[in-house]
């Protein structure tokens, strides 16, 4: 199984380099692409190497999920990471802080998936029906794991 997701992000990581045209920035200029991004500093830390904002709408939309996969997969590297840091530290834990934490952060994890899932729901409503909507969905999903891999790097690096 893992073989086969490997395969299906290189394929899709292929189609990407050969979908997006990266000598020319363009905007969209939709509502959701203009909401300002509070976390816009800290997220500028996290490499983008992906510019999906240039090309017909069937590009773009392929070009977003593929970066939506890109920050998927380092979101999911960082909290099983993190994860496996607090199980670590758990054994010479004699207040519990650890186990606590690592339980606190679990549930934050299920409730940021949550809200996640209903940010994307807002935009099923917004451009319903429209060829746009995978991009708005994949924009707003992107920006949200930008800002929980920020989140989660705070207690990779707490010391």
Same mark, same amino acid.
């Not at 199984?1 to 990266?22: D, E, G, V, W, Y």
């Not at 069937?58 to 099983?80: G, H, Q, W």
């Not at 729901?121 to 924009?139: C, H, M, Q, R, W």
């Given at each position: 199984m893992?073989?086969?997701?490997?395969?299906?992000?290189?394929i899709?990581l292929?189609?990407f380099?050969?979908?997006c045209?990266k000598k020319q920035?363009?905007k969209?200029i939709?509502r959701?692409?203009k909401?300002?991004?509070?976390?816009?500093e800290?997220s500028?830390?996290?490499?983008n190497?992906f510019?999906?904002?240039d090309?017909?709408?069937?590009e773009m939309n392929?070009?977003?999920?593929?970066?939506?996969?890109y920050?998927? $997969? =380092?979101l999911?590297?960082?909290y099983?990471?993190? *994860?496996? &840091?607090?199980?670590?530290?758990i054994k010479? #834990?004699y +207040?519990?802080?650890?186990l606590r934490?690592?339980? $606190? =952060?679990i549930n934050?994890?299920?409730?940021?998936i *949550?809200? &996640?899932?209903?940010?994307?729901?807002?935009? #099923?409503? +917004?451009?319903e029906?429209g060829?746009?909507?995978p991009l708005?969905k994949n924009?707003?999903?992107?920006?949200?794991t930008k800002e929980?891999i920020i989140?989660?790097e705070y207690?990779?690096?707490?010391d």
């Amino acid at each position: 199984m893992k073989i086969l997701t490997k395969i299906i992000f290189i394929i899709f990581l292929s189609i990407f380099i050969f979908s997006c045209n990266k000598k020319q920035e363009t905007k969209i200029i939709t509502r959701h692409i203009k909401v300002k991004d509070s976390t816009k500093e800290k997220s500028d830390s996290i490499p983008n190497k992906f510019d999906c904002y240039d090309g017909s709408q069937t590009e773009m939309n392929v070009c977003s999920a593929n970066e939506l996969i890109y920050y998927d $997969s =380092i979101l999911n590297v960082r909290y099983k990471y993190l *994860i496996k &840091k607090i199980d670590t530290e758990i054994k010479d #834990d004699y +207040e519990n802080y650890n186990l606590r934490l690592k339980t $606190s =952060i679990i549930n934050s994890q299920k409730n940021w998936i *949550i809200s &996640k899932e209903k940010n994307r729901e807002v935009f #099923d409503i +917004e451009y319903e029906g429209g060829s746009i909507l995978p991009l708005a969905k994949n924009t707003q999903t992107i920006r949200d794991t930008k800002e929980r891999i920020i989140f989660l790097e705070y207690f990779i690096h707490e010391d």
